[in-house]
């Protein structure tokens, strides 16, 4: 059913571009559906470009866009797509949640506490604004987790999955923070739901292949596991190093 309901909205945004190929918002929208799925980041980049040449001040395409270059490392264009968004709308949740972001994951890289430090506070005034941001929800929750505050963690992945339970990146990393705490059933749980709604999430894949392999011994199914991720994403290395290790 879910896997129906994500094809049908994927039909959907392709019917409203065919009609209207250069509309940012439904761009924006086929972008995130790609980057959602675990897929065709390429093709999420382009659209993003394509909805900014049609409309520069196009906030979710600013946000989006700067998202996936942060998910890339790509810190300088990143800021500055950002920069061009606080600009516009120095209030923005979601332009404040995805500054956060990029500061979070730079800091990650270069051991940075002060900038790490910015990033939980970046991060806490843009739920302050919109409680309903479920991309910083998450953010924030990553950052506590790594913290070692995993209480914490777990609320807010929570509250994100409160305000939209079909959010596959809180799923999976929620399911990953109960493995941490080798709470299985439920963090295959959330495994099962991620993959229902985004068969080649390649985080997700990882996680299930992860429990599957060293948590429940289920070497055939783990494998099968690690195969479909490297269907999706061929050149994954954890992913093939996990699948050399149950050959």
Do not use: F
């Not at 430090?117 to 806490?124: D, H, L, N, P, Q």
């Not at 790594?146 to 939209?164: H, S």
């Amino acid at each position: 059913e879910d896997r129906g309901q994500h094809e049908a909205g994927q039909a959907a945004l392709e019917a409203a571009l065919a009609a209207a190929p250069s509309d940012p918002a439904t761009l924006s929208a086929y972008a995130r559906l790609c980057v959602a799925a675990g897929k065709d980041l390429r093709a999420a980049h382009g659209m993003w470009l394509a909805a900014l040449d049609a409309h520069p001040a196009h906030l979710p395409a600013l946000t989006g866009l700067a998202a996936l270059h942060t998910r890339e490392r790509r810190w300088a264009p990143a800021r500055a797509l950002l920069h061009r968004a606080l600009a516009l709308a120095p209030h923005d949740a979601s332009a404040l949640g995805a500054y956060a972001a990029v500061l979070h994951q730079e800091a990650l890289g270069a051991g940075n506490g002060t900038m790490l430090e910015e990033a939980g506070r970046v991060y806490s005034e843009a739920i302050l604004l919109d409680p309903a941001e479920v991309e910083t929800l998450c953010n924030l929750a990553l950052l506590e987790a790594e913290r070692g505050d995993a209480a914490k963690a777990a609320l807010l992945y929570r509250t994100a999955l409160a305000e939209n339970p079909r959010e596959v990146e809180a799923l999976w990393q929620y399911a990953h923070l109960l493995l941490a705490d080798r709470e299985l059933p439920a963090a295959e749980d959330l495994l099962r739901q991620a993959l229902a709604l985004a068969p080649h999430h390649l985080d997700a894949l990882c996680s299930y292949g992860l429990l599957l392999h060293k948590h429940k011994r289920a070497l055939p199914a783990a494998k099968a596991m690690y195969r479909r991720a490297l269907q999706a994403h061929p050149a994954h290395v954890p992913s093939l190093s996990n699948l050399a290790a149950v050959l």
